[in-house]
T-cell receptor, first 117, second 110 residues
Framework: DAGVIQSPRHEVTEMGQEVTLRCKPI?????LFWYRQTMMRGLELLIY????????DSGMPEDRFSAKMPNASFSTLKIQPSEPRDSAVYFC???????????????FGEGSRLTVL | EDQVTQSPEALRLQEGESSSLNCSYT??????LFWYRQDPGKGPEFLFT???AGEEKEKERLKATLTKKESFLHITAPKPEDSATYLC???????????FGKGTKLTVNP
C-alpha cells in the first residue's frame, strides 16, 4: 500500500485566501484524523471521522475551518479565510478501529506545510 | 485537565551513550500509551503501545516501559540513525482519539 497520501506538500498563500488540503487514507482503514503541528503547541487533533462520519470536531479552531469525508478514500480540510496564525504543518492519519472506545496504531501522511502571509 | 508532558525537550548523546526519555501523564481512565518517532519533514511513525503498568516493549535499541504515572523510552547504545523526535501519546477511555506530548528531540552524534 502507498500509505496515507496528502496534498499539497507545501502551500504558500496570502491572508484571506481559501486553502484546501487533501488526504487519501490507507485502503481498509475506517477512521481518519486531521492533526495540526506547531512548535508552540505540538500535535493537536482537529477532527476525526469514523466510517466517514465526523465523530469529534471539538479541536477545530473556529468556523473558518471545515472538514469533509465524502467517501472512504478521500477527505478535505478547508480554511476560509486563511490567517497567518493558521501557518503550521497539517497531518492526516488513518487507522482501523474495530469498535468504539478503542484506538490503534495511527498511520500518518507526510503532512502539508501551510504558510499564510 | 488531561496532560502529557515529555522531558527533556532536547537531548544530545554520543554514539553508544545510553539514556532515557520520560513521558508523564495525568489522564483519567488511561486505555493505552503510544510512542511514535518523527523524522524531520515526515509524519510520526508508530513504535509501541503499552496498555498496563509494568508492561514493557522492545524494538532494536529501544525499550518502552509504563508505570501508573509515566512511561520511559530507554535507548541503549544509540546510533546516529536514532536521531529523531520521539512523541508520546495517550488514549483516554471514552473516545478514539490520542493526545500527544510535545516530544523530545534526540540527537546522537557519531
Amino acid at each position: 500500500d502507498a500509505g496515507v497520501i496528502q496534498s499539497p506538500r507545501h502551500e504558500v498563500t496570502e491572508m484571506g485566501q481559501e486553502v484546501t488540503l487533501r488526504c487519501k487514507p490507507i485502503s481498509g482503514h475506517n477512521s481518519l484524523f486531521w492533526y495540526r503541528q506547531t512548535m508552540m503547541r505540538g500535535l493537536e487533533l482537529l477532527i476525526y471521522f469514523n466510517n466517514n462520519v465526523p465523530i469529534d470536531d471539538s479541536g477545530m479552531p473556529e468556523d473558518r475551518f471545515s472538514a469533509k469525508m465524502p467517501n472512504a478514500s478521500f477527505s478535505t480540510l478547508k480554511i476560509q479565510p486563511s490567517e497567518p496564525r493558521d501557518s503550521a504543518v497539517y497531518f492526516c492519519a488513518s487507522s482501523f478501529i474495530p469498535e468504539r472506545d478503542y484506538t490503534g496504531e495511527l498511520f500518518f501522511g507526510e503532512g502539508s506545510r501551510l504558510t499564510v502571509l | 485537565e488531561d496532560q502529557v508532558t515529555q522531558s527533556p525537550e532536547a537531548l544530545r548523546l554520543q554514539e553508544g551513550e545510553s539514556s532515557s526519555l520520560n513521558c508523564s501523564y495525568t489522564v483519567s481512565g488511561l486505555r493505552g500509551l503510544f510512542w511514535y518517532r518523527q523524522d524531520p519533514g515526515k509524519g510520526p511513525e508508530f513504535l509501541f503501545t503499552l496498555y498496563s503498568a509494568g508492561e514493557e516493549k522492545e524494538k532494536e535499541r529501544l525499550k518502552a516501559t509504563l508505570t501508573k504515572k509515566e512511561s520511559f523510552l530507554h535507548i541503549t547504545a544509540p546510533k546516529p540513525e536514532d536521531s529523531a523526535t520521539y512523541l508520546c501519546a495517550v488514549h483516554k477511555g471514552g473516545s478514539e482519539k490520542l493526545v500527544f506530548g510535545k516530544g523530545t528531540k534526540l540527537t546522537v552524534n557519531p
